[in-house]
């Protein structure tokens, strides 16, 4: 009888320490920080040296496609002896361990949910820098996909209702409810909202198949399109204005010549897409931002969907708010 009571409590015990180990593994605390902020857990002499140089140069590199140079992610930089806490909540963290066979490691959700870790190890100072040389795309895209990530986990939470885009275009796209429609049609979608010293504008369109060919002209292609869409509906505040000579001024959205586009290609729902980022300005007015475009081939339906997002937000960082377009283009369902 004994020996049953003895082994009964052992399976309590066992199943208490069970659910308790459960539990634990469960729970996570809420990650936090800045979006476009990066953690860098790392000694101050190795910060203050070429390791911290290297480390510096891959995450602060300027943002391309914007009128002011502006880095990549705001660093921080956390000493491993105080590294606890609060600080261990940040949603991206890049730490580099010495002493370790040299080695990248990205873990996910160790000390908060949603949170990516990026660890270096390496027995040298060159072994981190060799890390941080060989995998800076990596680390890069790591870093830039969990932003946009949270910032489309942010969106979901005041989702728009508009319904038509759906409808007319066949397609979903997420973005905040604040967004609203500037200007609509069968096959265009203009939405827009004010921010802090500005606007930001949004646009959805579909183009005919035949409208782009796949060659070296591609890129000259879309910026031609994108030139004729801002000639037809994104008109400038002295449009229309009459001149003391007689003459009426003609005011719109063109892609600036001199700021290089940059093009490249990339796959938005699955689908293979071209990227192109630069600088937008008005023709006869001093108004201009950045803009990121992309143009995803819809076999299926036989068509090209354009989706653009643009800013003017004059004497502000624009990193961020490009950053919310990224978010909102990217999360684009074709039917």
């Keep these: 009888m004994k020996k049953i009571l003895l082994l009964a409590l052992l399976l309590?015990?066992?199943?208490?320490?069970?659910?308790k180990n459960e539990t634990t593994e469960k729970f996570f605390y809420d990650s936090s920080g800045n979006i476009n902020h990066v953690s860098v857990v790392i000694d101050n002499d190795l910060w203050d040296g070429s390791v911290g140089e290297s480390i510096r140069n891959l995450l602060t590199q300027t943002i391309y496609g914007l009128p002011q140079d502006e880095p990549m992610f705001t660093l921080s930089q956390i000493p491993p002896s105080v590294?606890?806490?609060?600080?261990?909540?940040?949603?991206?963290?890049?730490?580099?361990?010495?002493?370790?066979?040299?080695?990248i490691t990205i873990k996910e959700n160790v000390y908060a949910?949603?949170?990516?870790?990026?660890?270096?190890?390496?027995?040298?100072?060159?072994?981190?820098?060799?890390?941080v040389t060989e995998n800076g795309d990596k680390i890069v895209e790591t870093f830039k996909a969990m932003e946009i990530a949270e910032r489309q986990r942010q969106i979901a939470k005041s989702p728009h209702k508009i319904t038509q885009i759906k409808e007319k275009l066949g397609l979903?796209?997420?973005?905040?409810?604040?967004?609203?429609?500037?200007?609509?049609?069968?096959?265009?979608?203009w939405l827009r909202k004010d921010i802090t010293t500005g606007h930001s504008h949004l646009m959805i369109y579909e183009l005919p198949?035949?409208?782009?060919?796949?060659?070296d002209s591609t890129v000259t292609q879309i910026i031609k399109i994108r030139d004729s869409i801002g000639q037809a509906y994104f008109k400038g505040r002295l449009d229309g204005t009459v001149k003391a000579d007689g003459t009426t001024i003609s005011s719109y959205m063109v892609t600036e010549d001199a700021y290089t586009p940059f093009h490249g290609e990339t796959i938005i729902d699955n689908k293979p897409a071209f990227e192109t980022k630069g600088i937008w300005e008005l023709t006869n007015d001093f108004m201009g931002g950045p803009f990121v475009n992309y143009t995803i081939e819809d076999k299926v339906n036989k068509r090209w969907v354009g989706v653009e997002g643009f800013i003017f937000a004059p004497s502000v960082e624009?990193?961020?708010?490009?950053?919310?377009?990224?978010a909102i283009i990217k999360s684009v369902k074709i039917e």
């Design 12 to 19: 309590v015990v066992m199943s208490c320490k069970d659910k």
């Design 83 to 103: 590294f606890s806490g609060f600080v261990t909540r940040n949603r991206t963290i890049l730490k580099v361990e010495m002493n370790k066979a040299p080695e």
């Design 172 to 189: 979903t796209i997420q973005f905040p409810s604040i967004y609203e429609i500037a200007k609509e049609t069968d096959n265009f979608f």
């Design 318 to 326: 624009k990193r961020n708010y490009m950053l919310e377009l990224e």
């Design 113 to 131: 949910k949603p949170q990516k870790v990026i660890v270096l190890s390496g027995k040298t100072k060159q072994d981190i820098i060799d890390l």
């Design 209 to 215: 198949y035949n409208a782009i060919k796949r060659n």
